[in-house]
């Protein structure tokens, strides 16, 4: 057993000491900042460019557009389309804002620009137009029923209903629930499990070939047990792995906060929330935004200490289950074969049930009680990624227990196989290896 | 008394048998060679030993006891297909590989540096694998196999990869851990440093044992009553001279002597056959020819054919 530890002692800091580690494990989340920063930055930014745009008038509107921010609407009377295309170079014009004569009836405005116009100018002229006609028509209205306060009124009607969804817990108390964040901690969760059983199974098999090609395989084995060399790769690049994720959530975190307080001290976080939403929804539909931030934030203020440790607790459970699971899949791979490009076909068998769970996973989001979600989240080989899918959603204990009592399983059956390949395989060297070949390699005792 | 025997050792994979009820004997502190064609069982056996692989029947007994996992503390093996990890450095994998076979970091560390100094080699300990030669490489792991001492070594064509300079230098270490009470099982197909170092050896060739026993008495059974003279004189009448039990083999004239390899039949002595050659040759020399190992090797794997 001690054994055991000195081989995982040596996989895990030979890839902890590596330079490529370090510099994956700090520029990853210097990276993510920076695309963090820059995006915010962009946002700002683009708020700040000023732009002209020549309007030139046909209708009966009268100034239906204003300069606003950064952006300078000036109307040109008494010149035609022909000129002020001529001159818009020499004026500097971003573009050219055509309001036709009949605009009340065709509901159409046109914008001419040598470049892509932006979104922001685009959807600034057309709300504006937008809001300016249907004042008119609305005051006329007004004005014909002849009711005082009808605006007062008419706008009192605008009944904003923000749904809370509340389910009942097992005894009796009823819990509020979100499906947004359901769904979300279900895909994130579900995401990094397929995140790491890829990039770590893959990292167990590269040791394998390693072993096996450098030749160091049988003089190991003949002072441990090959099963124990296998558990111990595949324990350490584990570690490796959460070693790395845990730096990646704490420097992404730290350098976040800093940066934050730090670069952007000037900028508080309200205009920057309505630069957001305003870039992503052009509609005027910020108020409505913020509302569902507000619900986001009331209902994790009402999360359940039992539910989020619950939550966590499948994670870390499906998590392990299903790296050990399919690294011991990935181990024997590397066992058959003599270089990386060998792979390939015992690859397959190992990636599409990983790939389907990632699809299945989507759909069970939209329908996590349907009979897909069931056999999707108790199949091991798809399980760990389905069921984190599904469990913020609440799934009924005795599913939950059959599909780790599956997965538990599985892996005792899985990693027996692959000890037995992997036997076999570490000292066959310079052999084309097929599927029949593997199947005679499961028949040999010892 | 035997240090290490594996009786009726059998080993089958699918479709084929790797050993057919092979036994080996190895006596306490004896060079024992393991000998035999490539393809024909010995890593498989030596596999079985180190308890990489198991039997399918038979019975491994070291120093009289069946064969535990335990023991592989006692056993250091130098396998054919060797290597070391090329990204680790020299000491930090010597010290790995010491405390699998269970030696604690601290005593690895100051045996190693004791072995690393007496190859000369010292000065590579914080270099990466791969910064070294071939030959290097073969000098560690030859201290990582004997480092902790075992009573049984095991060689798996020990010599290959090596030059004529280090070759040496690993057989004194050889012949040194012998005297010291070690025992070794040499595996090799070079036959040349069989007769150097082996006191026993064993040949197995299509998984089969087909000999085995100690080298001088192996020679003795192969040797085939064949002398060679050399003399100087012309006489080109010998086959009159000679009585019909010696059979003449080969004659070549030389420059200043000549060679004649007699072979004596019937139970004829080689007294007789000097007596009956010297009234007409001036004899330089007269020694009977022994077989080589590589002869008796090949002669026995090749009746081994035919039948």
Known sequence: MNKIFIIIKREYLSRVKKRSFLILTFLTPVLIAGIYAFMIWMMLKDDTESRTIAVINESQLVEPVQSKDFTTFKYLNNTSFEDAKAQMEEKDYYAILLIPENILESKTAELFSYKQVTMEVKSEAGSQLRDHIEQIKRSKIIAQANMPDLEEKLAATRTPISMKTIKFGEGGEVKQSSTEIAMAIGFISSFIIYMFIFLYGVQVMRGVIEEKSNRIVEVIISSVKPFQLMMGKIVGVAMVGLTQFIMWVILSGIIITIGTAVVLPGVDMDSLQQAKTLSELPQGAASLNADQLKMAQDLLGTFDFGYVAGILGAFVFFFLGGYLLYSALFAAVGSAVDNETETQQFMLPITIPLILAMYIGFAVAKNPEGSLAFWGSIIPLTSPIVMLVRIPYGVPVWELLLSMVTLIGTFLFVTWIAAKIYRTGILMYGKKVSYKEIWKWLRYHN | ?307
């Open chain 2, 1 to 307: 008394m035997a240090f290490f025997e594996a009786k009726d050792i059998v080993k089958q994979y699918a479709g084929h048998k790797a050993l057919n009820k092979v036994s080996i004997s190895v006596p306490k502190g004896s060079i024992f060679g393991l000998l035999g064609p490539n393809g024909a069982g010995k890593t498989t056996l030596i596999r079985i030993i180190n308890q990489i692989t198991g039997p399918d029947s038979g019975v491994v007994l070291f120093n009289g006891n069946p064969l535990v996992p335990n023991d592989i503390t006692r056993i250091g093996y130098l396998p054919e297909e060797r290597g070391l990890y090329k990204k680790m450095k020299v000491g930090e994998q010597a010290v790995y590989l010491a405390q699998l076979k269970g030696m604690s970091q601290k005593e690895a560390t100051k045996k190693l540096k004791v072995w690393f100094d007496k190859f000369d080699i010292l000065q590579w300990w914080d270099k990466k694998v791969e910064e070294l030669s071939k030959g290097m490489q073969q000098k560690i792991q030859f201290i990582v196999t004997i480092l902790h001492e075992p009573e049984l070594l095991i060689f798996d064509e020990p010599f290959s990869g090596f030059d004529p300079i280090n070759t040496n230098l690993l057989k004194k270490e050889i012949l040194e851990l012998r005297d010291k009470g070690a025992t070794i099982i040499f595996s090799t197909h070079n036959m040349g440093s069989v007769e150097e170092i082996c006191d026993h050896i064993a040949l197995i060739n299509k998984s089969e044992k087909i000999l085995d026993g100690p080298v001088d008495q192996i020679k003795k059974k192969y040797r085939t009553n064949t002398y060679e003279l050399t003399y100087t004189g012309e006489f080109d009448k010998l086959e009159q001279v000679l009585k019909s039990d010696f059979e003449i083999v080969e004659q070549q004239k030389g420059v200043e002597h000549n060679t004649l390899t007699v072979k004596l039949n019937n139970g004829s002595t080689s007294n007789e056959l000097l007596a009956q050659l010297l009234p007409y040759l001036n004899i330089v020399s007269f020694s009977e020819i022994i077989p080589s190992m590589n002869d008796i090797f090949i002669r026995v794997v090749n009746e081994n054919k035919k039948i």
